[in-house]
């Protein structure tokens, strides 16, 4: 995703802070709402782009490790319950940003969250991006280590450094990996089993009828729900999803079909891909079992070096699947590391009022990744998911549901998202209690604080309290912490005739760019507009609109 950046109406002066964060964010609107003039490309541009970043490994080790544990039954039902979930949880997060243009972050402050509240889902988020870099990353290294005897400690920090080159370019480099690797991918990945499947019917019987470790072939709820936990644990991909589908153009009665099927597509619809790939990893380890043993049949390389021996020259096996194992990690390391060091940049400008450029925090997680592969994450990989999960449950179940009851039922939040300084309230206790309640009560149902029995429906806990919480939060606050102020003092308004953010552009009077309406409020200290990343570097706020007076 390329195009020239807006042209200046003048040079920004050097030495600020605001003025280093213009200059970076401008290459792809990384922290800020993403203007008209910038997306140019069709829906269906989009959409490629955003499920290209889905090729990762991990799914194929999840859906095995619930496979081998559970069993086959039990895994199947594990991964349905979780998809259904993602999906409906995901699709009104996947509108707003596609609709407004902005990421999940920027969804989330003005979702009862607040401006400053929503650091806490930020530095989830963040840890989200880096747990599963280290997950791919561990899964590239097994592959190193098997196609050329790299040990593995070595296979760590090689899928670390070489994302770096491809990050440092943001979405033009990301875009450009996505497109040419994918056919390359879903060859690789598909061949195999589909080969498989027509030589030896067989396979599919056994897979069917695999009883797990611990179980007796059948389907129980407890299984269910400890499976359907580590799966949800990716629930906050909508998250990376939400950072291509914020470049979707404006939608207009022309292209509305086309509009609707890219944000259903690349945005909830991800995970029909995702389970696929689950399911499979099921499969493969199911099929592998007896020659590997079941701590390698959850390893990605095993499962396709496995599939690849039924239908190559065993020279060709290994070359193979370590192909299509960094291929995968390359396409999703790359979303991974960007994706993170925009969560964390985000929260640390607003904490601070401070911007030290995105490229530190692209090293400071990595180095989180690469301490949790050292550590040999891969070992007590759903112990980590199935904690996790809990977290992110709670943050998307209490984002959608704001947008969903919140806004659009009870009518108590803002219909649009707001997200710049000065027009909320710092912290918003509608979406705040709700989520530190509903995780803080879940992973203590997960680390058997109130029972053993209970422990299996944590994932559940985070769901439902999220759920119940937010629409009763609002109501006991009657909405009053969504907005500070309702008026922006720009009399422009915000949204065209068709309802999409309006393309009208004015200049920011700290750093002198021109920025389109929704990016902007007016100066409290000026006759003039001031853009939103300027007011999160506003250390004195000199800048930010005061509080509306209360009323009488």
């Known amino acids: 995703m390329s195009t020239t950046r807006p042209r200046a109406s003048q040079a920004p002066s050097a030495g600020t802070a605001a003025s280093q964060a213009t200059t970076e964010t401008l290459e792809d609107y990384t922290l800020r709402f993403a203007a008209r003039g910038y997306r140019r490309w069709t829906p269906m541009v989009v959409a490629t782009t955003a499920l290209g970043g889905i090729a990762y490994m991990a799914d194929f080790s999840i859906g095995a490790g619930i496979g081998l544990t559970h069993g086959t039954g039990n895994a199947l039902v594990a991964i349905a319950v979780a998809a259904v979930v993602i999906f409906v949880t995901g699709l009104p997060l996947a509108y707003y940003g596609a609709r407004y243009n902005i990421d999940l972050d920027l969804i989330t402050r003005g979702s009862g969250f607040g401006y400053y509240g929503s650091v806490l889902t930020s530095v989830i988020f963040a840890s989200f991006t880096f747990i599963f870099f280290a997950l791919e990353g561990s899964i590239m290294a097994q592959g190193l280590k098997l196609g050329l005897g790299l040990p593995l400690w070595l296979g760590y920090l090689v899928s670390t450094f070489m994302v770096i080159p491809l990050v440092i370019y943001g979405m033009k480099a990301l875009s450009k990996v996505q497109v040419w690797t994918t056919p390359i991918w879903l060859l690789l990945m598909v061949a195999p089993l589909v080969y498989l499947i027509a030589e030896d019917p067989g396979t599919v019987n056994r897979f069917l009828g695999y009883a797990g470790t611990g179980g007796d072939g059948g389907v129980n709820t407890p299984s269910v729900l400890l499976g359907a936990g580590v799966c949800l644990s990716l629930i906050a991909q909508i998250g990376e999803q939400i950072d291509y589908l ?307």
């Not at 530190?360 to 007590?380: G, Q, R, Y």
């Not at 509903?438 to 058997?448: E, K, R, V």
């Not at 109501?475 to 008026?487: E, F, N, S």
């Not at 990343?533 to 005061?546: F, K, M, N, Q, Y």
């Open 246 to 552: 914020r470049f979707m153009p404006p939608r207009t009665p022309e292209n509305k079909r086309a509009w609707w099927t890219a944000v259903i597509t690349a945005g909830p619809g991800w995970v029909v891909l995702g389970a696929l790939k689950q399911a499979i990893g099921v499969f493969l380890a199911v099929y592998i079992l007896a020659r590997v043993g079941p701590v390698a049949a959850t390893e990605p390389i095993q499962q396709f070096r496995g599939a690849f021996r039924t239908m190559m020259p065993s020279w060709a096996v290994v070359p193979l699947a370590v192909a299509l194992v960094v291929i995968s990690q390359i396409k999703i390391n790359v979303t991974n590391a960007y994706s993170g060091s925009l969560a964390w940049t985000n929260s640390f400008t607003r904490v601070t009022k401070h911007y030290p450029g995105r490229m530190v925090f692209v090293l400071v997680n990595l180095a989180f990744a690469l301490t949790l592969m050292e550590a040999d994450m891969f070992s007590f990989l759903n112990n980590i998911l199935g904690f996790y999960s809990n977290c992110a449950i709670a943050w998307i179940v209490t984002v959608a549901t704001d947008i969903g009851v919140n806004k659009y039922l009870l009518k108590l939040s803002p219909l649009h998202p707001e997200f710049r300084r000065g027009m909320l309230h710092a912290v918003n206790p509608v979406g705040v209690v709700s989520f530190v309640t509903a995780s803080a009560l879940s992973i203590a149902m997960y680390f058997h604080a109130l029972g053993d029995t209970l422990q299996p429906y944590s994932p559940v806990a985070a769901a439902v309290l999220a759920f119940a919480l937010t629409p009763l939060m609002a109501i006991a606050t009657k909405g009053r912490y969504y907005l500070r102020r309702t008026d922006d003092g720009i009399q422009e308004p915000l949204l065209d005739a068709h309802g999409n953010p309006s393309a009208t552009t004015l200049d920011c009077h700290v750093c002198h760019q021109p920025y389109e309406r929704p990016d902007l409020t007016a100066c409290a200290a000026h006759r003039a507009a001031v853009c939103s990343l300027c007011l999160s570097t506003d250390r004195t706020g000199e800048h930010v609109l005061p509080a509306a007076p209360a009323a009488a």
